[in-house]
C-alpha cells in the first residue's frame, strides 16, 4: 500500500453523467487517481463498522478502459474495499453494471464510458460512480466529490501486478476479492424474465427480419447472445458485433446522423422489418421501422402506452417520468391511463428517485434514453426488446403502430437541433442574454404564434425536496408549441447548443409531415428569439435529430 501525493487538478467537476475529458487528459499524472480517490472519500470504501465494501466495476471497452480499470483495482484494494465484482476484460454495458449492482446488493459500482462520445487516444473517457439503488450518484453526491478534487492532497494505491480480468472467477488482490463475472449472462436473465421470449422466438422462426447496429460498442456480446442465440434472430441480425477500442472509428451514438447506415438500410429496398442501434455503452437506443424512423420521444410514449403487453409490465405502470426537453407525448399517455407524470432535467440521475419510490415505471428522454424500474439506467436493449414484444403481440409494423399511436393522441412533432464546439464564451452571452429577455417573452407574437410562458426551469425533487436550478430555458406557446435551449453537460470540448423543438398536431389532419417541415416555423422562432447566428456564428445545427 502506497499514499502518493499528489495536488488538485483543475475541471474535475462531473457533468450530466460523470466526469468526461479527452483520453489524454484522463491519462495525464495523477488525473484519474485524483478523482477514483475523490469519490472513495466522499463514498467511503469500508462501513461504519470498519468492513470492507462491495463495488461493482466495468465500462463500454474503450481505449484505456483495460488500464483505468486495473488502477481503480489497486485503489480499491488500498481504500479497504473487501470486494469488487468486474465484469471480464473489465466490460460491463451501462444498464448490465446497474443490474449488478443491484442483484449483488453491493455498495455502488465504478462506470468508466464516455458513453456516446468517439473512444480512441485522442478522443474521450470517462468516470462515473453509481449508487446502491444502482442509479448515478445525484448531484448532492458529484458536487461533493467534486469538492474534494479540489482539495485533495493524496491518495491511497496497492503496488501489485495486473488481476487477470480475462480469466471469470475469483481472484484476490491484497486482501480484497475480485470476482471476474461474465458481463452478458445476468443481464439476459433480467431481460428473459421481462420479456415473451416464447413469443419473440416464435416471431423470428416465422420469418421476421431485424437488423441491429451495435456500432462497435458495448451492446456487440450481449445482443448477439439475446437476439441471435437466445431468440433465433438470424446470424448476422447484429452488425457491428465487437466492442473495439476505438469503436472502429464510428461516433457511437445512435441517432440518424450517426447511425447512417442503419437508416439507409431502413428505408431501402429490401428493408428488414425492425432496426435498431445503440450507444458506445448501451444505454441509448434508437428504432427505426420499414421505411419510418421513431422520435425517441414518440418511443416514449409508444411503450408506455403499450408495456402492459409484456409479461414484466403486465400490471400496468404507476407512472411515466421524461426529462423536461421530451416532448409531451408521453404526458398524453399517462392522462389517458389515468395514472402519474413527472418532468425531470436532462439526466438519468433524476430518475431514480421516483423509480426508488414506485412514483413511475417508465422514464424516457429524447436523446435515445429509456428504461424502466428494472434497473437504474437507461437501457438500450431493454427499449428494442420491449419494441419487439410489442410488435409480436400486435403483429403489426412499426409505420401502423405509430399511426395508429397518432390518430389516438394526436402527434407532438418534435425535433432537436445540435450546434457543436461553440467557444464557450459566445455560448455563455447568448445564455445571459436569453435569459435577460425572460420576462419579457410572454404575450409577444412570432411566426403566427403567441407565447404564453417563459422561464428557466427549475425542478424540486418530489421524493428528497432537493431543487436543481438553470436546467434549461422554455419558451412554451399558446398553441402548445415549445422551444427549449440547453447547453451540453458531456461534451468535451467548447460549448454544445441544443434546440429543442416542439410542435403539435391534434389531428385527424396534418399528422403525416416531416418533422422539419411541421416545426419549420418553431424553428424560425428559435434562432429570432435567442439570436442563434448573431451569438454563435452558426446558422445551421451540425446534426438534427
Ligand atoms: C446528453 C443527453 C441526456 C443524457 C446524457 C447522458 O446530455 O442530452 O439526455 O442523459 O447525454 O447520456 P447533455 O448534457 O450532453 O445534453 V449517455 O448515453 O451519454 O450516458
Ligand atoms: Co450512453
Not at 73 to 80: D, E, Q
Not at 462 to 488: A, E, H, N, W
Not at 514 to 533: E, K, M
Request: hydrophobic share 40%.
Amino acid at each position: 500500500m502506497t499514499t502518493v501525493q499528489t495536488a488538485p487538478i483543475a475541471g474535475q467537476k462531473p457533468g450530466t453523467s460523470g466526469l468526461r475529458k479527452k483520453t489524454p487528459v484522463f491519462m495525464g499524472r495523477h488525473y484519474l487517481e485524483n478523482f477514483v480517490q475523490s469519490i472513495f472519500d466522499v463514498v467511503g470504501a469500508r462501513h461504519a463498522d470498519g468492513a470492507g465494501k462491495t463495488f461493482v466495476l466495468g465500462g463500454d471497452g474503450r481505449y484505456f478502459n483495460d488500464r483505468a480499470a486495473q488502477v481503480i483495482l489497486r485503489m480499491a484494494a488500498a481504500n479497504g474495499a473487501a470486494r469488487v465484482i468486474v465484469g471480464q476484460g473489465a466490460i460491463l454495458s451501462t444498464p448490465a453494471a446497474s443490474h449488478l449492482i443491484r442483484l449483488n446488493q453491493t455498495d455502488g459500482g465504478i462506470i468508466m464510458s464516455a458513453s456516446h462520445n468517439p473512444g480512441g487516444p485522442q478522443e474521450d473517457f470517462g468516470v462515473k460512480f453509481n449508487m446502491p439503488n444502482g442509479g448515478p450518484a445525484p448531484e448532492g453526491v458529484t458536487e461533493a466529490m467534486f469538492q474534494r478534487t479540489v482539495e485533495i492532497t493524496e491518495y491511497r494505491i496497492l503496488e501489485a501486478h495486473d488481476v487477470d480480468l480475462s480469466r471469470i472467477g475469483r481472484h484476490e488482490l491484497g486482501g480484497m476479492i475480485v470476482d471476474v463475472v461474465d458481463p452478458v449472462s445476468d443481464y439476459a436473465a433480467l431481460m428473459e424474465s421481462l420479456f415473451d421470449f416464447a413469443a419473440l422466438r416464435a416471431m423470428f422462426a416465422g420469418g421476421f427480419r431485424m437488423r441491429m447496429d451495435s456500432m462497435c460498442a458495448v451492446t456487440g456480446p450481449y445482443a448477439v447472445q439475446i437476439l441471435e442465440s437466445r431468440l433465433g434472430a438470424a446470424k448476422g441480425t447484429v452488425i457491428n458485433a465487437t466492442p473495439l477500442p476505438d469503436f472502429g472509428g464510428m461516433h457511437p451514438d445512435p441517432n440518424p446522423t450517426w447511425a447512417k447506415a442503419l437508416m439507409d438500410e431502413m428505408f431501402g429496398p429490401d428493408a428488414p422489418d425492425f432496426g435498431a442501434a445503440s450507444d458506445g455503452d448501451g444505454d441509448r437506443n434508437m428504432v427505426v421501422g420499414r421505411g419510418i424512423y421513431v422520435s425517441p420521444s414518440d418511443s416514449l410514449a409508444v411503450l408506455a402506452a403499450n408495456a402492459h403487453l409484456a409479461p414484466g409490465y403486465k400490471a400496468g405502470l404507476k407512472g411515466v417520468a421524461r426529462s423536461m426537453p421530451t416532448s409531451a407525448a408521453a404526458d398524453r399517455v399517462a392522462d389517458a391511463l389515468g395514472i402519474a407524470r413527472y418532468e425531470t432535467p436532462t439526466g438519468w440521475k433524476f430518475f431514480g428517485n421516483l423509480l426508488d419510490a414506485g412514483r413511475a415505471t417508465i422514464c424516457g428522454e429524447e436523446s435515445f434514453g429509456t428504461g424502466s424500474d428494472h434497473v437504474r439506467e437507461k437501457d438500450g436493449l431493454w427499449a428494442i426488446l420491449l419494441w419487439l414484444n410489442i410488435l409480436a403481440v400486435r403483429k403489426q409494423s412499426v409505420a401502423d403502430i405509430l399511426k395508429d399511436h397518432w390518430a389516438k393522441y394526436g402527434r407532438n412533432y418534435y425535433s432537436r437541433h445540435d450546434f457543436e464546439a461553440i467557444a464557450t464564451d459566445r455560448a455563455d452571452a447568448m445564455f445571459a442574454a436569453l435569459r435577460a429577455s425572460l420576462a419579457g417573452l410572454p404575450g409577444r407574437q412570432i411566426e403566427g404564434m403567441t407565447v404564453s410562458a417563459a422561464d428557466d426551469f427549475a425542478y424540486t425533487d418530489p421524493v428528497d425536496g432537493s431543487v436543481s436550478t438553470k436546467q434549461g430555458v422554455r419558451v412554451m406557446f399558446s398553441d402548445g408549441s415549445r422551444i427549449v435551449y440547453r447547453l451540453s453537460g458531456t461534451g468535451t470540448e467548447g460549448a454544445t447548443l441544443r434546440v429543442y423543438l416542439e410542435r403539435y398536431a391534434a389531428g385527424p389532419d396534418g399528422l403525416d409531415l416531416d418533422a422539419q417541415v411541421a416545426l419549420a416555423p418553431v424553428i424560425r422562432a428559435a434562432h429570432a428569439l435567442a439570436g442563434i447566428t448573431a451569438h454563435t456564428g452558426r446558422s445551421e445545427p451540425e446534426v438534427i435529430t
